[in-house]
Structures are given as C-alpha cells and as structure tokens.
C-alpha cells in the first residue's frame, strides 16, 4: 500500500506542488490584508463628540481623541439654526481668556494637543449658545429660539497638511416636559477623513481665521 500511494504522490506531484504554492500565496494575501488594515486604522483619525454629564442644557461637550497617535485641535466651529437663520462662529477665540488658565488649559482655550484618550471639555451647552449669542450681538434672539447646535472639530493629524475633523449635530427640544433637553441628532459623530472634505474643511478654517 505504501508503494501505491508513493507512486500516487509522485504521479501526482505537480499537482500537489501548485496546490501548495496556491495555499501559500493565499495565506500571504491575508497576512498582508491584516498588515494593511492595521496600517490604515493608525493613519486614521478618530474624534468623538459627546454630550456627558446629564441631558439638559448644563449638560457638557466633550471632544475625545480616539485616534491611535495624538492630534492636535486646532479650531471648533459651532453653528446655531435660528429659525431660517444659521449662525456659524469660531469658539476657539470668542472669548478673552484670565492670565491663570488652571488645571485644564486646553479646555479653557478650546485648542490643544490630545494623546489617545484624552478629552476637552469645552463647557455646556447653554454657556456655548449663550456665548454665541452674545459675540454675535444677537440681542433679538433669546435661548428658546435656538433649535440646533453644529459642532465642527478641526484638528491636524500625524504629519498630513490638510486637517481632519469631525462633525455632531445636537437638538435643543426646549418643550420637553422636564425643561429643556440637549438630544445628539446621530449616533455617531461624523468624521471627516475625505479628501474633499479636508479641503473644504480647510477653507472654512480660513474663513473665520
């Protein structure tokens, strides 16, 4: 029997040798796969806007670095929906800020590097809108009039030259039975990775520098 199946094999060598060589190109192919869809996820931004501490209007924003490297957050850009109106302002600078800026001056200043994990807190949602308001001079416009909030993160990833970003759009139902509640409009905060995006991205910065 060992004589019939060496004559088989050797019969058959050529065959089994390209069934090998196949099973080997196969297993590089994925090796490689992983290898690739490991790379890219480090060269992939991931910024989270999250509503903490609550529902209401003095619940927080929280903008989180998710990515693998630190980026640095260059710029918020928020937009208020006002009726037919849409009032888009930095936040970054809208305020003058006291000489001690504490624990968190990244928070204070709305700008800053942020490793893996790290978060800035940049306030409430009503101190957000109020803010607004007021560097806008609306003084027609009152807290209950204000429907949306947009909130654009810019920020500069590993050594790229356009930015990356991301985008969350939050609800303001003022009716809601237990005073007025803050709802995220998605689930998940959209990123701006595209290069399309970036670069329109990009002259939006440019506008409001």
């Not at 006002?82 to 504490?102: C, K, S």
């Not at 993160?153 to 030259?161: P, Q």
């Not at 985008?167 to 290069?195: C, E, Y």
């Amino acid at each position: 029997m060992m004589d019939d199946f060496g004559r088989w094999l050797a019969a058959n060598a050529p065959t089994i040798s390209i069934f090998f060589n196949f099973l080997m190109v196969v297993v590089w192919i994925t090796y490689l796969q992983l290898l690739l869809v490991q790379f890219r996820a480090t060269r992939r931004s991931s910024i989270l806007i999250t509503r903490a501490a609550g529902r209401g209007m003095r619940s927080r924003c929280l903008v989180t670095n998710m990515s693998s490297q630190p980026l640095y957050v260059t710029s918020l850009i928020g937009t208020l929906h006002v009726g037919d109106r849409l009032i888009e302002l930095p936040l970054t600078d809208l305020r003058d800020l006291p000489g001690d800026l504490g624990d968190d001056p990244r928070s204070k200043m709305r700008q800053g590097s942020l490793n893996t994990g790290q978060y800035l807190d940049i306030g409430h949602f009503h101190e957000i809108v109020e803010v607004m308001l007021a560097a806008n001079e609306e003084t027609e416009v009152d807290m209950p009039q204000v429907e949306q909030l947009d909130l654009t993160v810019v920020a500069f990833y590993s050594r790229e030259d356009l930015p990356v970003g991301a985008v969350r759009s939050f609800h303001f139902d003022h009716k809601a039975a237990t005073g007025a509640r803050v709802r995220p409009l998605n689930l998940a905060t959209d990123q701006i990775r595209q290069m399309a995006r970036r670069r329109t991205l990009l002259k939006k910065v440019e506008y409001h520098m």
